[in-house]
Every structure is written in C-alpha cells, then in structure tokens.
C-alpha cells in the first residue's frame, strides 16, 4: 500500500502535462501511485499518459469514454486508490522538489491526521514567482507536532478554499463519503465539509506546489454563465451544515464568505457576460437572504446587496472615482511639499556644513549594518565628537537599534535636515539621486565586499544580468564618491574600471572584517549558543548567491536535508540565504521547515553576516562574495560550482573562481558530500589553496580598517599612508582572461 495516491484529473493540457508528472515521478519520495484520469481530452494527452505508464508503474491511467469535468474526473479516480493518503494535483500545476518527502515527515510526526494542509506559490505564465499571501498562517499553526481542528484554528478557513493545498487520510475521506459535485467552484463543497469534519487537521510551513497561472485556458477565467455554479455549490455546504446541527455555529461564518466570494466574482471583469452580471447580482442577494442566521447583522461589505444591481454599479463607479480624486489629491500635495523642500534645501544650501556630523546607510537603508556600521562604531570610539546619524527606511528598520542610536527616516524632514548639512556620507550603495552633494562633504563607499560578479559598467555587455539596473544612473550617483574603500588590489582595480567615476581608492581593508581579522572565540560561542548549535559541533555553513539566469534569483543547487543527513552526527549545517532571497520564496521551500525540524539552521535573519562566519568551522559557498571575507578567519572554504558555465556566461566574473579557488571545488553535489566524507574538506592541499587566496584577497584585512577610515578620512582628510606602496597587481580582463596592470 503507497503512502500517497495522486488523481491527476487530465483535460486540454498537453503542453503541460509532462512536467505536471515529471514533477510527482521524479520526487525522492517513490512511495506513491499516480491515477491520472483522461476526461476524454481530445488532444495528445491520453497518449502522454499511456507513454508514461508504460515506463512507470507507478502510474495508471483512467480513460473515462466522455467528458465530465473536474469534480467527477476527481471521484472517478479516488475508488482506484490504494493510499493512505490521497493528493489531488491539477495536470497544468507541479509539486515541488522535495515536497512529498516533506509532506510524508510532517504526517509522521503529527501522528497521520485527518487532513494535512500546505503552502503553494503562484507562478506567473511571465516568469513571477509569488507565495501565498496567507502563509503565515501555516507558520502559525505549524508548529509543533500537535494537531488542531476547524474550531480551534477557524484562520486556517481563510486559506483558499481549494482541494490540491492538503492530503487527506484515505480512511477519513470514505468514511465521511465525500465527493466533488459537478459545475465549476467544486472545491467549495468539498473543501469546507471536509475541514469542518475533520477532528484532527495539521499544518506544514512548506511550498510544495507550485499553482500555474496561465495567461489564457484557465477555467475559472473564462466568461461564461457558468460562474453561476458558485450559488449551487454554497448552497450544498449549507445542506451539508445543516444535516449537522452541531455545526450550526458555522452558519455565518459560512454566510459572509458565500457573500464575499460572489461579490468577488463580480467585481472581476472576465468572469461574467456584461448582460448577465445583473442577474448575478440578484441571485447572490436571494441567496444572501435565505441563507441568513437569525440575530446576525450583515457585514458591512455585504450591505451593498441589499440594494439594487443599479445602486450597486454606481457604488462602485464613485468609488473609483473617488480613489481617482484622492490619488491625484496626493500627487499633488507630494508635489506641492517638493516644491516647498527643494526652496526650503535651497536656502539651507547656503548655510555651512557641519564639520562634526556623518550620515551613514547601509544595504538600501536596512540598519546599522555592514562597513558603514564598522566605520560607525569607531567614529564614536575615536572620534566621539563626530555626531553620527542613521538614515532608515522605516520604523520597522529601527526596532532592534540601540537605544543611543540617533537615526532619521529616508524622505523625511529631518533626513533633508542631515543631509543637507553633514560633512560625512558612508554607505555601501548608492545615495538617493536627489541627494546633493554639497562642495567639501566626503563621500565615502565601502561596497558590499570583494567582487567576483561583473559590476557597474561592467554589466552593459550583460542585459540578462543589469535587468533592473539603470547603470549610466548608477555611475551619475557614484560620481559623488570620494573615496573608495578596497581590501586588496584586485578590487581597487576592478571598481575603478567598473566604476569610472572621479574618486580615490583607499587600500584600507574592509571595516567589517576587522571583527573576522581577531576572530575573537568567545564571540563565536556566544552566536552558537545563540542559534541553538550544541557543544562540540562541527558547524558548516551553506551561503549561495542569486542567479541571474532565473527570475527571481532563486535556483536551488543542494537539497539541503539530505546534505545535513550527508554530514552526520556531530555536525551542523547553517544556512544563510543572499539577502535578495530572504523574502521570497526560498525559505518556504523547504527552509523553514528544515529549520523547525531541527534538521540544520537557518540564519537568513541574522543581521550581521560575520556573526555567523564566527560561528561556523567551514564554509560551502557557490560565488557569494562572502568567501573573501571568510577567508581572513583561514577556515577551510569548498566551492560549489556544479553551474559555474552558466553563471559566467549570464552575470559574468572576473576570473575563474574554479581555477583559483579558496579551497576544494565540487562540481556534483556527489563531490560535494565524499569532500566532507573523506575529509579532504580540511586537507593540506586546501590549507595550501586557502593560503594562497588569502594573500591575494585579504591584503589589507589587519584588524584596524574602521579606525584607518576614521582617522584619516574623517580626522585628517586624507588616505591612509600606512599600507602596502603600489606595485604590479593582477586583474582580470572582461575579454582576455586576466592581465597584469600596475595601478596609477
């Protein structure tokens, strides 16, 4: 008997309909059955699926002699199912990779509950990628290893009410003798029956599907009377409730979401024929009426239906109005306030600037973060009579500042205030374009570590890569650099080629390494401690970067539990995501799921990246920058480049991370698990490769770069005079490969 049994109902979807089963087929998970069930598609999809039986067993395939829509193409599969649990998979979506392993331990551990409900994320037919809105709800309810019910968690009814978001316990499903009704909605009436049932419901925080959203094919955006079907399909929830009096309580529960999902209908302009939309609206407030709870007062969104469909259609046409009428109100009340903060700069152009007061900003505003916080906290140790103040993006961006910390929001009155008067700018991108750079401020760029990625100018001859990106505003805003903070050569003459813009480079070390350069142990410790890493651990952290060559950035190279399970007891794995990835789908691929088992760590969240190197014994990275700044701690470093062609080719890099590498170099995530096994991972030719990257990347790293910055840009006004003179340094060329150019 499988573990799950997967009706794929199957109609019009030939183009879709190999990776819907190559996505179930090729799981790590095989414990399965596919019941795919042909309703009489009149395209190649039969023959797709009796190709695919053939080769796989695991797939049997139902061809019904006439079409009869989703629903009954649904129960026409579930009496050949053999399961414990049944999925239900349209034939144009996908699970995604792992999810059946996910959604096999997570039913394990909460011990096989009646229904099981996960995450999903809707991709675009343009290449977007978006997860559920709803999540956290999940996240909510997912912890731990209890179960709940309706009644308990009545959020987890906010969720889309669809049938392919949850697995459900073969037994509970025939035992209940639920069944999908013809017509279009069915997922209401199997959805809401089935969870108001359900005596023990579990949650996981994971996507494990990915939900198609076709530009065109999609029944649900078609126009047509069958949209009308949501009447009958509400209407047999409400027979189902009250052939159960003890779900009585549900009655308005179930009475505003009836109303709600009609008037949403409605209001969707594809849904309806224009001449029948009137009649839709009176049908929806007869339903409204018969189905009302005696003693509930109506929602105020569904008030509208107590009118007239005429009084309903001018409602809504003065409401857009009158959102028109407020959005140019506010265009011209910001317009109106520019004008105002531009005389009012003007006047404060003239007045002197202030010789004791920096501005700092780093990673678009994100916090006391990075070089600039570096530099910060040395400015107030050294030159304490240098006020320092933080531009933010919002409160939200200063909840966990130290309570000393003086910080002005971006945009605001106070921001123009600081900006227009400070002497000091440091920040590790760009400042705003409006921002002035006023005769005798200093601009100091610390930039976001060594790159290996092509940047700046650089990208004009990668579209793929710049998307996005404006560079000639890109080098118009770093025309106001002036001073650029390298950690060795290989950078000063890559930014002043990427970058060709008036500034001088200072050969200063990266601030935020000084912290890496003493290493200090009791600082790891206390990071360990802090994520809940147990004594004696050997703790290896995963960082991978973004690619270009996938919207989104998001290009998944390792399964990450089967790496933590590779590495054995006595091992840790930490995860820290490039901070692109942090909020979007990524971690709700499995991450956060791996991170509440226990199964490895993730520190996406934690802010400051060095914390977390001084907490790990080794790092597996791909081609994130944070290699060179690993390397001053001279830990082991492996290199993961099983796409190294494609990520050269799409984003470009300055030279061959493979062939000049930190360390030892995978090309195969089976390369990647023996080097660990082995323990090559930490032998003497990868003492030898580390040495060799960190004579060439950390030669400035000296423990002393935010004091250097401080005291000679910031006291003095000059470059630090206390580094390495100039001589031949190597850089790679955009063409050839890697020249030999001496710095001017």
């Not at 009646?114 to 996240?139: E, K």
């Not at 205030?417 to 005798?440: I, Q, S």
């Not at 830990?635 to 080719?649: F, T």
């Amino acid at each position: 008997m499988p573990r799950f049994s997967i009706i794929v109902p199957v109609f019009k979807v030939q183009g879709y309909l190999q990776e819907c089963l190559d996505s179930v087929l090729g799981q790590s998970y095989r414990d399965l059955e596919v019941i795919a069930v042909d309703d009489r598609s009149p395209d190649g999809c039969p023959a797709i699926l009796d190709a695919y039986a053939a080769r796989d067993e695991r797939v049997r395939v139902l061809h019904l002699p006439e079409n009869v829509g989703l629903g009954r193409a649904r129960n026409a599969g579930m009496p050949h199912a053999r399961g414990d649990y049944l999925l239900f998979l349209d034939s144009d979506d996908t699970l995604t990779p792992g999810a059946l392993r996910a959604l096999a331990d997570r039913l394990d551990e909460t011990g096989d509950p009646d229904v099981l409900v996960f995450d999903y994320a809707r991709t675009h037919w343009w290449g977007g990628t978006r997860r559920n809105a709803l999540a956290h709800v999940l996240g909510d309810a997912g912890n731990g290893d209890g179960t709940f019910t309706a009644a308990e968690r009545p959020e987890i009814l906010d969720l889309l009410m669809v049938v392919w978001n949850k697995a459900y316990r073969r037994g509970f499903v025939e035992r209940g003798g639920f069944s999908f009704p013809p017509g279009y909605y069915e997922d209401t009436p199997w959805t809401f029956p089935v969870l108001l049932s359900a005596e023990r419901i579990a949650a996981l925080d994971r996507i494990c599907l990915y939900y198609r959203q076709r530009r065109q094919g999609s029944i649900l955006s078609t126009t047509s009377r069958k949209h009308f079907d949501v009447h009958e399909q509400y209407a047999r929830v409400f027979r189902f409730v009250d052939a159960r009096p003890a779900l009585a309580h549900w009655r308005p529960f179930l009475h505003a979401k009836m109303g709600e999902h009609c008037l949403d209908i409605l209001a969707k302009p594809d849904r309806l024929p224009p001449a029948d939309r009137g009649e839709f609206f009176r049908r929806t407030a007869e339903m409204l009426a018969a189905h009302r709870p005696e003693g509930v007062r109506l929602p105020a969104a569904l008030r509208v239906l107590r009118g007239s469909y005429a009084g309903y259609v001018l409602r809504r046409q003065s409401g857009r109005a009158g959102r028109e009428l407020g959005r140019r109100a506010r265009q011209a009340r910001t317009a109106t306030a520019a004008r105002v903060a531009r005389g009012r700069s003007a006047l404060n152009l003239h007045r002197p600037l202030d010789p004791d007061l920096a501005v700092y900003s780093a990673f678009s505003h994100r916090g006391v973060l990075g070089d600039p916080a570096a530099v910060y906290h040395a400015a107030r140790a050294v030159a304490p009579h240098i006020r320092g103040v933080w531009v933010l993006a919002d409160e939200k961006q200063a909840a966990g500042l130290e309570p000393d910390t003086e910080y002005v929001l971006l945009g605001s009155a106070g921001y123009r205030r600081v900006t227009e008067r400070a002497t000091y700018f440091v920040n590790n991108v760009n400042w705003p374009g409006t921002l002035v750079k006023r005769p005798g401020s200093v601009h100091i760029h610390t930039h976001q570590g060594t790159p290996l990625k092509f940047m700046g100018a650089d990208l004009l001859d990668k579209p793929g890569a710049r998307l996005g990106f404006d560079v000639p505003q890109m080098l118009r805003r770093a025309d106001r650099w002036d001073y650029s903070l390298v950690a060795n050569r290989h950078s000063e003459l890559v930014w002043e080629r990427a970058f060709p813009c008036h500034f001088t480079s200072v050969r200063s070390g990266s601030p935020r390494n000084d912290v890496l350069v003493d290493a200090p142990a009791e600082r790891g410790r206390a990071v360990r401690a802090r994520l809940g890493i147990p004594d004696g651990d050997t703790v290896v952290l995963y960082a991978p970067t973004r690619r270009d060559y996938r919207r989104g950035g998001l290009v998944e190279r390792i399964d990450l539990a089967r790496f933590a399970a590779d590495l054995g007891p006595g091992h840790t794995l930490v995860v820290r995501l490039h901070p692109s990835l942090a909020t979007g789908p990524a971690r709700g691929l499995g991450l956060s799921e791996l991170h509440r088992r226990g199964v490895l760590v993730d520190a996406t969240d934690e802010p400051h990246a060095q914390d977390v190197m001084l907490a790990s014994d080794a790092l597996v990275t791909d081609y994130s920058a944070l290699m060179f700044d690993y390397a001053n701690l001279d830990r082991p470093i492996v290199i993961h480049a099983d796409d190294r062609d494609a990520y050269a080719a799409s984003r470009g890099t300055y030279f061959d991370i493979t062939a000049e590498a930190p360390g030892h170099v995978s090309r195969s995530y089976r390369e990647l698990a023996w080097l660990f096994d082995s323990g090559t991972w930490r032998d003497a030719e990868a003492a030898r490769l580390r040495s060799a990257f960190r004579r060439r990347f950390c030669e400035f790293d000296d423990g002393r770069a935010a004091e250097r910055v401080v005291r000679t840009l910031m006291l003095c006004g000059r470059p630090p005079e206390d580094t390495p003179a100039a001589g031949p340094a190597r850089v790679p060329s955009q063409t050839t490969g890697r020249d030999v150019l001496t710095p001017s």
